[in-house]
């Protein structure tokens, strides 16, 4: 079972959706660099549209990432579908998902922690949580995200190589039991996404701003100890 088919999300919905967008997209001769410097950039907007826009912001915000996410699904598709791969290509868009991420959760905190939406209070009870635990609990699930990725070696293909060849596979979560649940948990294409865009409608992303950074916190934990337990296997 590959990642990408795991997650529920993306596997039923956003996936096949987006392919046939890429399709169109391939008939017409867009490029699928174009597409992912597009989401890129709107990344970036959705981001600033989270701390700037007083009024609703986050919603909006959380809006436009997960457009941004179902952009870079088309990209992909694009890529498989015109079989047009490249060094630069797959740079962007591995190089991307940190870049998503960090300021998706740095973007969430900053709008819920109200300190520039003050408005929010209105739409639901962003006001129950401390406002410095959501600016930590953001800027901590940002931070982890980018120490797993250094952790896992993972922009290094002598080094991953190896910990694939260890004995229990290394920072590579193995496909057993349980896998299906972790990706789904963890992956923006699992439950991560649908949720937060029901929250952005009725209220609670607050909370699941303080319930990711502690997942973060456990997986990186746990990532790690299994990293340093393969190098030494190896």
Not at 5 to 21: A, D, T
Not at 34 to 53: D, G, Y
Not at 209 to 215: D, E, I, K, N, S
Request: proline letters at 2%; one cysteine or more; a positive charge.
């Amino acid at each position: 079972i590959e990642f990408y088919k795991s997650q529920i999300w993306l596997w039923f919905c956003i996936g096949p959706l987006s392919f046939q967008v890429a399709k169109i997209a391939v008939r017409r001769g867009i490029n699928a660099k174009v597409i992912t410097v597009s989401w890129l950039i709107l990344c970036l907007v959705a981001f600033f549209v989270m701390i700037f826009v007083e009024e609703y912001g986050v919603i909006y915000g959380v809006w436009l990432f997960a457009f941004a996410y179902f952009l870079d699904c088309i990209d992909g598709n694009i890529a498989r579908i015109s079989k047009n791969f490249s060094p630069l290509g797959a740079f962007l868009d591995d190089s991307g998902g940190n870049i998503f991420w960090t300021l998706f959760w740095v973007g969430l905190a900053i709008g819920c922690s109200d300190i520039l939406n003050a408005n929010l209070k209105t739409h639901s009870p962003y006001g129950v949580i401390n406002h410095n635990v959501l600016l930590l609990s953001g800027f901590f699930s940002a931070i982890l995200l980018n120490l797993r990725d250094v952790v896992s070696f993972r922009h290094s293909d002598v080094v991953r190589g190896g910990l694939k060849k260890s004995k229990d596979g290394g920072m590579i979560f193995n496909r057993r039991k349980g896998y299906i649940i972790y990706a789904n948990i963890m992956g923006y294409g699992g439950v991560l996404s649908p949720i937060t865009l029901i929250a952005s409608i009725i209220g609670g992303l607050e909370y699941i701003l303080v319930l990711y950074a502690l997942l973060y916190f456990v997986d990186f934990i746990y990532k790690y100890y299994r990293c340093i337990k393969s190098i030494t296997i190896i």
